[in-house]
């Protein structure tokens, strides 16, 4: 059984750019959830798709964006990147909204 | 607000030695609970879970953790560490019955194992 695949693993952006980062969800899971964890801290939730429409969201402002697919594979877009942006992107992907989470290795993402 | 709190930040045992991890959440009615464990540089691995029934969880990895609804704590135990299992342990909480809804995080805390 194949996991949470994320891709890319690193990513080096500058101020005011734009990055799609990208997720692969666990077989026959149909709910992607999309975190950020800063150095040294625990992930924050920023968002949630489920059979491809949103299904919740944390404090993050609307430059944070997403997509899931028909297949349940996701998108994060973030618009005018800041240096705070800098953090692992973490994805999760649950059979159902009441079963656990279950986490890719994540993207680095740089903010030069 | 609904929050996790693990209020020790790094821990260092000795190999062979037990553990307890501490976690205490502040929640509206009784969550689920969760376990995560993160090695440098990668994703979280779900170590246990607690939905309802019995308050003594057992996990992967030989982890176990209790649940104390008077505490509200959510305490991660393991009888004899070992040095593969130094990385970084995260609590987490969801609303009951969504288990896969927004996860609420602690802080983390860091397990370092001496020899």
């Known amino acids: 059984e194949t996991g949470v695949t994320q891709s890319p693993t690193h990513l080096i952006k500058t101020r005011g750019q734009q990055v799609t980062l990208r997720c692969s969800s666990q077989?026959?899971?149909?709910?992607v959830s999309w975190y950020q964890q800063a150095l040294g801290q625990g992930p924050q939730f920023i968002f949630q798709?489920?059979?491809?429409?949103?299904?919740g969201r944390g404090n993050f402002p609307p430059r944070f964006s997403g997509l899931q697919f028909p297949n349940y594979s996701s998108e994060l877009n973030v618009n005018a990147l800041e240096l705070d942006d800098s953090a692992l992107y973490l994805c999760?992907?649950?059979?159902?909204?009441?079963?656990?989470?279950?986490f890719g290795d994540g993207t680095r993402l740089s903010i030069l | 607000a609904q929050s996790v709190t693990q209020p020790d930040i790094h821990i260092t045992v000795s190999e062979g030695a037990s553990l307890e991890l501490r976690c205490n959440y502040s929640?509206?009615?009784?969550?689920?609970l969760f376990w995560y464990v993160q090695s440098p540089g990668q994703g979280l691995q779900l170590l246990l879970k607690?939905?309802?029934?019995?308050?003594l969880v057992q996990g992967i990895k030989g982890f176990e953790a209790e649940f104390k609804r008077s505490q509200s704590s959510f305490n991660l135990r393991k009888p004899s560490v070992h040095w593969s299992d130094a990385a970084e342990y995260f609590c987490?909480?969801?609303?009951?019955?969504?288990?896969?809804?927004?996860?609420?995080f602690g802080k983390g805390t860091t397990l370092s194992v001496s020899s």
């Open positions: 987490a909480v969801a609303p009951a019955n969504q288990a896969g809804t927004a996860l609420i």
């Open positions: 798709y489920y059979r491809e429409e949103e299904n």
């Open positions: 929640y509206g009615a009784t969550p689920y």
């Open positions: 077989s026959g899971h149909n709910t």
């Open positions: 607690y939905f309802s029934g019995d308050t």
């Open positions: 999760a992907s649950s059979l159902n909204r009441d079963q656990p989470q279950h």
